[in-house]
């Protein structure tokens, strides 16, 4: 009987991977599945959290050295395409100078994913607004490092 449903189990599995292939490309698959950069950063140099009008909420945290993103990481309650957005917008951020990750938008997202069903978008560009609004706070602290001390953690 195990055996049975180890087996059923494993065709259920290769069912809903090729349904999968069939609307969303490899890397998004792979970024939802084995999201990179997942979780919260305490204390982080920057903090960007929106929820956009689906109702999809995303953080990004960032930690800034010298002006270059040296971590990012995000979490979110949407869909496997928000997981997939914020994984992939975390790794885009990292290693570039604030300025320049400052400038990654929903197309760079898309194009590096390989795209998204046209339903799923607007998850490319919650990632890449809340990216901008990490980057703002972080600038915003930068400018006037006192407010810092008031934000809750």
Not at 44 to 60: A, F, V
Request: hydrophobic share 35%.
């Amino acid at each position: 009987m195990t055996e049975e449903f180890d087996n059923s189990l494993k065709e259920l599995e290769q069912s809903i991977m090729e349904d999968m292939k069939r609307v969303y490309s490899e890397k998004t698959i792979d970024h939802f599945l084995n999201p990179r950069n997942l979780g919260r950063i305490s204390a982080p140099d920057g903090l960007g959290k929106i929820t956009d009008p689906h109702g999809n909420t995303m953080e990004i945290y960032l930690r800034i050295k010298e002006g270059k993103v040296i971590n990012a990481s995000f979490w979110t309650d949407g869909c496997g395409c928000s997981i997939a957005s914020g994984s992939m917008v975390t790794e885009l951020a990292k290693g570039k100078g604030v300025l320049e990750a400052q400038k990654i938008t929903q197309q760079n997202i898309l194009d590096a994913l390989g795209g998204l069903p046209e339903d799923d978008l607007h998850c490319a560009l919650l990632a890449a607004n809340t990216l901008k609004e990490a980057i703002k706070d972080y600038l915003a602290s930068k400018n006037e490092p006192w407010k810092r001390a008031y934000k809750c953690g």
